[in-house]
C-alpha cells in the first residue's frame, strides 16, 4: 500500500505522492484502489517498471564500495542532515 511505503521509506507524504506521480505517468508504476478499502491505494509495478528494476545495478554492491569502513553512526548521521536538508529546500520551493 502507498502509506506503508511513506513509513518505510521514512519521506513526507506529499514527497512520495510527487514521486509516484512521476512514476505513474512514466508507465513504470500504476495505482489501483484497495478491495477493502477503496480509499486506500496499492502500487504495482507494471511490465515497463518491472524490465527497468531488473536492469538495475546490485545496490549492495554500490552500498558496500560508498560506505564500507564508515561507522553505521556516521552514515546515519548524514541521512538524518541530508534529510532535513532535503525538507528544508522542498518547503523552501513550495513557498515560493
Same mark, same amino acid.
Given at each position: 500500500?502507498?502509506? !506503508?511505503?511513506?513509513?518505510?521509506? $521514512?519521506?513526507?507524504?506529499?514527497?512520495?505522492?510527487? +514521486? +509516484?506521480?512521476?512514476? %505513474?505517468?512514466?508507465?513504470? %508504476?500504476?495505482?489501483?484502489?484497495?478491495?477493502?478499502? $477503496?480509499? $486506500?491505494?496499492?502500487?504495482?509495478?507494471?511490465?515497463?517498471?518491472?524490465?527497468?528494476?531488473?536492469?538495475?545495478?546490485?545496490?549492495? %554492491? *554500490?552500498?558496500? %564500495?560508498?560506505?564500507?569502513? *564508515?561507522? !553505521?553512526?556516521?552514515?546515519?548521521?548524514?541521512?538524518?542532515?541530508?534529510?532535513?536538508?532535503?525538507?528544508?529546500?522542498?518547503?523552501?520551493?513550495?513557498?515560493?
Amino acid at each position: 500500500m502507498q502509506r !506503508d511505503l511513506v513509513k518505510a521509506l $521514512q519521506v513526507e507524504r506529499a514527497t512520495l505522492s510527487t +514521486i +509516484i506521480g512521476v512514476l %505513474v505517468r512514466k508507465g513504470l %508504476v500504476e495505482q489501483v484502489p484497495d478491495r477493502v478499502d $477503496q480509499r $486506500q491505494k496499492l502500487l504495482r509495478m507494471t511490465a515497463a517498471g518491472t524490465k527497468l528494476w531488473n536492469e538495475l545495478p546490485d545496490l549492495a %554492491v *554500490i552500498h558496500d %564500495v560508498a560506505f564500507r569502513g *564508515i561507522d !553505521d553512526a556516521a552514515v546515519a548521521t548524514a541521512v538524518r542532515v541530508l534529510q532535513t536538508a532535503t525538507e528544508r529546500l522542498e518547503n523552501f520551493i513550495d513557498r515560493s
